[in-house]
């Protein structure tokens, strides 16, 4: 733990909002993102205020495990990465782990093999800390 000028301590950084909100930085697009648990619980989240977690949360952790499933039932396997593209926007998805995804939110205009690219590092370096 460091210490500020005056001797009190300084609270480090969460190291995966650091990752959250360097994909936001780095991807010309991306809105925002969140790390969000199968059951729909928020892990960590980097959001417009004018966005509603919980309700994003909700609706992407359904939308991740029916692709699983169909992917499972029709193709074979399991979720790699999921996009949604809609006319003014996109969600792209990658798992973390089994039970963690990374769920990102971005203008339609995004570049989507460099914001799966980016989020494939970013989510090896959350598994650490997850």
């Known amino acids: 733990m460091k210490q500020d000028g005056r001797g009190g301590k300084l609270t480090q ?5 650091e990752v959250l909100e360097k994909l936001v930085s ?3 697009g991306m809105t925002g993102n969140m790390v969000v648990g199968r059951d729909g619980v928020v892990i960590r989240a980097n959001v417009p205020a004018n966005l509603g977690v919980d309700d994003l949360a909700a609706m992407t952790t359904s939308m991740v495990a029916l692709a699983d499933v169909l992917l499972a039932s029709a193709a074979g396997g399991s979720l790699d990465r999921l996009r ?21 939110f971005a203008r339609r205009s995004i570049d989507p093999d460099m914001a ?3 989020a494939g590092r970013a989510a090896l370096q959350m598994a650490q800390f997850l």
């Open 13 to 17: 950084k969460d190291p995966v909002v």
């Open 26 to 28: 780095d991807i010309p």
């Open 84 to 104: 949604v593209v809609g006319t003014q926007g996109q969600v792209l998805g990658v798992p973390i782990a089994d039970d963690v995804s990374l769920i990102m």
């Open 116 to 118: 799966f690219e980016n």
